[in-house]
Structures are given as structure tokens and as C-alpha cells.
Nanobody, 122 residues
């Protein structure tokens, strides 16, 4: 079992920055790929960024060059640094973990956090 707890969401003006954190507990963190997803009202949940246990990353086209995913395996924590935020980035952001040693990029995520709200508005 893996428990995931997100933090760092909030209200920010367009052009601003936020850093989300995802603290993991349970089975071996470093063997799991981690992903940040988001869901805006009335829209399907989408993958924003993912990072492998070894630090390989991938991004949705909509956030490339603005968001950076990272992880600190010594702290069992994944991060999402979000810069140049836009109103269309407003959503609930979820952290998720894939199965241990799953393929890259993962086809599915099996553990999810409760989500943190990010609102980009004047």
C-alpha cells in the first residue's frame, strides 16, 4: 500500500508560480514512477507530468517549458514546480504512483492522493 498526500496548492495570479509537493509513505518509493494529473471542472482528468524512479520525465504539451516535475527519493517526495501559470491551469491537481518497476511511461497509476486545488485568477 502507498499513501500519498499533496500540498502546496492555492490561489495565484496569472504569471505566478506554485510548487506542489507529494509526500509518499508505504512501499518502496524509488521503484515507482510518479505522476501529476489535473482535473478542471467539466473536463476529464489529464496527465500533466510524470517522472520515473531514476528521474526521467515527460510532460503534456500544454505545460512544457513552464512546469518541472522532480523527486527526492531520500525524502519519499515528488514535486511539481509550476511557473508562468495561466487561468487554464486552474484545476484540482492529483499526485499518483504507478506499480513498482512498471514500464515507462506507466500505462496506469494505482495509488492516488486526495488532490489539491490550484486556482489561477486575478
Amino acid at each position: 500500500q502507498v499513501q500519498l498526500v499533496e500540498s502546496g496548492g492555492g490561489l495565484v495570479q496569472p504569471g505566478g508560480s506554485l510548487r506542489l509537493s507529494c509526500a509518499a509513505s508505504g512501499s518502496i518509493f524509488s521503484m515507482r514512477s510518479m505522476g501529476w494529473h489535473r482535473q478542471a471542472p467539466g473536463k476529464q482528468r489529464e496527465l500533466v507530468a510524470a517522472v520515473s524512479g531514476g528521474g526521467i520525465s515527460t510532460y503534456a504539451d500544454s505545460v512544457k517549458g513552464r512546469f518541472t516535475i522532480s523527486r527526492d527519493n531520500s525524502k519519499n517526495t515528488a514535486y511539481l514546480q509550476m511557473n508562468s501559470l495561466k487561468p487554464e491551469d486552474t484545476a484540482v491537481y492529483y499526485c499518483a504512483a504507478a506499480r513498482q518497476l512498471s514500464q515507462w511511461p506507466p500505462r496506469e497509476y494505482v495509488y492516488w492522493g486526495q488532490g489539491t486545488q490550484v486556482t489561477v485568477s486575478l
